[in-house]
Structure formats: structure tokens, C-alpha cells
Nanobody, 125 residues
């Protein structure tokens, strides 16, 4: 079992950068694949990025590909989301989530067992 806790959100101008962190408690962090999702007001929660337990494979939504990078440090039980070239449409609450193997159906919220409470990212134009 893991309990993700997100941090690093804030207000940034368009074109700027932010790095989100997700610290996960629990001794079994390295057995979980991790994902980032986001939810804008009035919209459904959507997939952003995911990474395997080892960090050897990653996946991204088309809308963030080339701008966002997901990574993890298993020694620190932490997963990161580096967000560059931010756009106003990136404004949302960002959530970190954990799922067991296999690394499939990663875009589905129902595939993830544990969720953080989210961190707000606001991008001004």
C-alpha cells in the first residue's frame, strides 16, 4: 500500500515551468507504476503521463508530449512531473496515482488503486 502526496503546484505565466513532486509513503513504492492525471473545472479527470516501477518506460498524453517529463527516484519514494512551456490550457488540479502491474490501461483512472489529494497548477496568459 502507498499513499501519494503531491506538491509543487502554483501560479506561473504561460511559457514558464513547474516541477511537481509526489512523495509516496509505504515500503512497496517500487512495486507500483505511477501516473499523473489532471482535472480542469467542469471537465473529467484526464491522463497526463505514467512511468513503470523501474522507470524504464514512460508514456504521455499527446497534449503534453515534448513539454512534460515524468521521472522517479525510488530511493526517495518520489515521482516527478517536470512541466515546461506551460499553456493556459494546462491549468488544472494535478493528481498522482499508483497502480500495480501490468503497465497497461494506464490512461484509465479506474486502473489506479491509490490517489493523492492533488495540487493546483494555474497558468496565466
Amino acid at each position: 500500500q502507498v499513499q501519494p502526496v503531491e506538491s509543487g503546484g502554483g501560479l506561473v505565466q504561460a511559457g514558464g515551468s513547474l516541477r511537481l513532486s509526489c512523495a509516496a509513503s509505504g515500503r512497496t513504492f517500487t512495486t507500483y507504476h505511477m501516473g499523473w492525471f489532471r482535472q480542469a473545472p467542469g471537465k473529467e479527470r484526464e491522463f497526463v503521463a505514467a512511468i513503470t516501477w523501474s522507470g524504464s518506460s514512460t508514456a504521455y498524453a499527446d497534449s503534453v508530449k515534448g513539454r512534460f517529463t515524468i521521472s522517479r527516484d525510488n530511493a526517495k519514494n518520489t515521482v516527478y512531473l517536470q512541466m515546461n512551456s506551460l499553456k493556459p490550457e494546462d491549468t488544472a488540479v494535478y493528481y498522482c496515482a499508483a497502480k500495480k502491474s501490468p503497465f497497461s490501461a494506464i490512461v484509465l483512472t479506474s486502473s489506479y488503486e491509490y490517489w493523492g489529494q492533488g495540487t493546483q497548477v494555474t497558468v496565466s496568459s
